[in-house]
Every structure is written in C-alpha cells, then in structure tokens.
C-alpha cells in the first residue's frame, strides 16, 4: 500500500517563509510525479507545482519565482520551498503522486493534506 505523508505546514507572517515535505511510502514500483495543491475555503484545489521523474517542474503562475519544488536523491520525497509568502497563499496543501505500485496499475495518490496560514 502506498502511503504519502506530508509535514512541515503552519502559521507564518506575510513575507515569511515555509518548506513542506512529502514522504512517498510502501510498496512502490516507480514514481512518475509528484507535487503539490492547494485549497483554499471555498475554493477549488489547484495545481501549486509539479515534478516528473524527468526532472521537468510546473509552477502554478501565482506561485512563480516564490516557490520552488525538489526531491531528495531518491526522489521518493519531495519538497515545497515557499518563500515570500501571501495571506492569498492560505489554504490546505495537498501532496500528490502519479505513482505505480509493486504489482499495481499507476494512479494518483493523495496525502492527508497540511495547514498552512499566513497572517499577521
């Protein structure tokens, strides 16, 4: 069963900084992507970032030049730097993984989601 586990949300001051992670976990054949939405209340969830196994990122355009999206070396956790952050950027981040499992067909996974606020 594969499991992805997001830490690293709170409540930070406008213009502050945040970094998420997300920890892919089970038995997991291949990993195609991985990334990061957003909900905010009453709301959608949007696309924030992206990253492929190819190593090609996608960046929601409000988020462009803030925010940046990493992986580790085994690319089974990846990262969400936010930096100068924005009360629009409260919401509840979702961690997201195109991932194939041992044995399995590949399909979207999803993570418990993290809060993160930014007020003064």
């Known amino acids: 069963q594969v499991q992805l586990m997001e830490s690293g949300g709170g409540l930070v001051q406008p213009g502050g900084s945040l970094r998420l992670s997300c920890a892919a976990s089970g038995s997991i054949s291949s990993i195609n992507a991985m990334g990061w939405y957003r909900q905010a209340p009453g709301k959608q969830r949007e696309l924030v970032a992206q990253l492929t196994s190819g190593g090609s990122t996608t960046y929601a355009d409000s988020v462009k030049g803030r925010f940046t999206i990493s992986s580790d070396g085994a690319k089974r956790t990846v990262y969400l730097q936010m930096n100068s952050l924005k009360p629009e950027d409260t919401a509840i981040y979702y961690c997201?993984?195109?991932?194939?499992?041992?044995?399995?067909?590949?399909?979207?996974?999803w993570g418990q989601g993290t809060q993160v606020t930014v007020s003064s």
């Open positions: 997201n993984g195109y991932i194939k499992p041992s044995g399995g067909y590949v399909h979207y996974y």
